[in-house]
T-cell receptor, first 114, second 113 residues
């Protein structure tokens, strides 16, 4: 069955430090991969997406993610975290069977220390 | 450009009551989805639709019903509300099958007491 695992429930980093959020997926075919961010009380905003081609993708707000097929991973990175990055981050895989839907991970909550 | 609009934003229901969560999109997207979000559980797919008149069950459909009479609207119906349906509900839409992302509404926070 298709699934997405985000092994870190919470991560705390200091402002200005680098960040890496982990995401592993289970899907038999070529995956379509996404990272979304959710600020408190808000909906989900797309950070970046991978469909094909270059395995390092750039997104909004200075985020990037690298697709590694051999590790079934799509980790999100940022070189220098800002206090406004504090939010919940969701990794998702697009699954095409009889239709098409997004399967989400359980999320990682990012806390930023001043 | 409104995108995906959900109403209401908040609602408190008593056990056994019914209600409809509204979702409308103005992007002419074929694909629409309903998710529920529970703390630490991520988003679980309730129902989805690939076009007007076509709906299908997701991972957690029990206790819910949907309809899709137009491309724009995708309401979610709770017939007999239960405390287990306390959650935040998100509607999303997508233009086509591949190479696009989902756009989300702001959510409806539902409490069943």
């Amino acid at each position: 069955a298709q699934s997405v695992t985000q092994p870190d429930i919470h991560i705390t980093v200091s402002e200005g430090a680098s960040l890496e959020l982990r995401c592993n997926y289970s899907y038999g075919a070529t995956p379509y991969l996404f990272w979304y961010v959710q600020s408190p009380g808000q909906g989900l905003q797309l950070l970046l997406k991978y469909f094909s081609g270059d395995t390092l993708v750039q997104g909004i707000k200075g985020f990037e993610a690298e697709f590694k097929r051999s590790q079934s991973s799509f980790n999100l990175r940022k070189p220098s975290v800002h206090w406004s990055d504090a939010a919940e981050y969701f990794c998702a895989v697009g699954v095409a069977d009889s239709s098409y839907k997004l399967i989400f991970g359980s999320g990682t909550r990012l806390l930023v220390r001043p | 450009n409104a995108g995906v609009t959900q109403t209401p934003k908040f609602r408190i229901l008593k056990i056994g009551q019914s209600m409809t969560l509204q979702c409308a999109q103005d992007m002419n997207h074929n694909y629409m989805y309903w998710y529920r979000q529970d703390p630490g559980m991520g988003l679980k797919l309730i129902y989805y639709s690939v076009g007007a008149g076509i709906t299908d069950k997701g991972e957690v459909p029990n206790g819910y019903n949907v309809s899709r009479s137009t491309t724009e609207d995708f309401p979610l119906r709770l017939e007999l509300a239960a405390p287990s349906q306390t959650s935040v509900y998100f509607c999303a839409s997508m233009r086509s099958l591949m190479n696009t992302e989902a756009f989300f509404g702001q959510g409806t926070r539902l409490t069943v007491v």
